[in-house]
T-cell receptor, first 112, second 113 residues
Framework: DAKTTQPTSMDCAEGRAANLPCNHS???????VYWYRQIHSQGPQYIIH???NNETNEMASLIITEDRKSSTLILPHATLRDTAVYYC?????????????FGKGTKLSVIP | EAGVTQFPSHSVIEKGQTVTLRCDPI?????LYWYRRVMGKEIKFLLH????????ESGMPNNRFLAERTGGTYSTLKVQPAELEDSGVYFC???????????FGNGTRLTVT
């Protein structure tokens, strides 16, 4: 599976957009970019995923560069409840797609 | 829709004892997964069921761990006998298809003393 690189930590002011970067320069053509987050004492929570097009849902937007070597998760209006560890994961499509490989993630702190 | 539920939320046992963790997936999800995070480490895959069949158990650490999913509904993960290094948080997840997003429960925190 392709490896991902994320900053260890980031701060964001409450109400502002949080932009979390991820590098996945060895991503293959059939691999998806997934984002999960883990709020303290809870299980990982699915946020969004994409292959090559930008995606948006009620939680966040995912921007994937044209060469697919990096992506950015955007939380448009961060709240204190968005404080969590955010994981960028590259996941193969097709056979063997079920495993998620978690790294260390980015610890996002939303500041009042 | 009820999410993935795990029981118990916490378990404290002595070394050498047996513990059984239970996971109820989201209704209708054929795929069920176990993951765990041991102290200071990253979340790691343990195994994957499709209905009642083990699709992949490559992440199971050793034969002290036994996972079952009789009838293809809920699953149990038994640790026998428990060792100190088994302490950690055990997460269960489910998905509709093997390529669909996984939805996780809140985990069982296991402490072996």
């Amino acid at each position: 599976d392709a490896k991902t690189t994320q900053p260890t930590s980031m701060d964001c002011a409450e109400g502002r957009a949080a932009n979390l970067p991820c590098n996945h320069s060895t991503i293959s053509g059939n691999e998806y970019v997934y984002w999960y987050r883990q709020i303290h004492s809870q299980g990982p929570q699915y946020i969004i995923h994409g292959l090559k097009n930008n995606e948006t849902n009620e939680m966040a937007s995912l921007i994937i560069t044209e060469d697919r070597k990096s992506s950015t998760l955007i939380l448009p209006h961060a709240t204190l409840r968005d404080t969590a560890v955010y994981y960028c994961i590259v996941r193969p499509g097709g056979a063997g797609s079920y495993q998620l490989t978690f790294g260390k993630g980015t610890k996002l702190s939303v500041i009042p | 829709e009820a999410g993935v539920t795990q029981f118990p939320s916490h378990s404290v046992i002595e070394k050498g004892q047996t513990v059984t963790l239970r996971c109820d997936p989201i209704s209708g999800h054929d795929n069920l997964y176990w993951y765990r995070r041991v102290m200071g480490k990253e979340i790691k895959f343990l195994l994957h069921f499709v209905k009642e069949s083990k699709q992949d158990e490559s992440g199971m650490p050793n034969n002290r761990f036994l996972a079952e999913r009789t009838g293809g509904t809920y699953s149990t993960l038994k640790v026998q006998p428990a060792e100190l290094e088994d302490s950690g948080v055990y997460f269960c997840a489910s998905s509709q298809g093997s390529g669909s997003p996984l939805h996780f429960g809140n985990g069982t925190r296991l402490t072996v003393t």
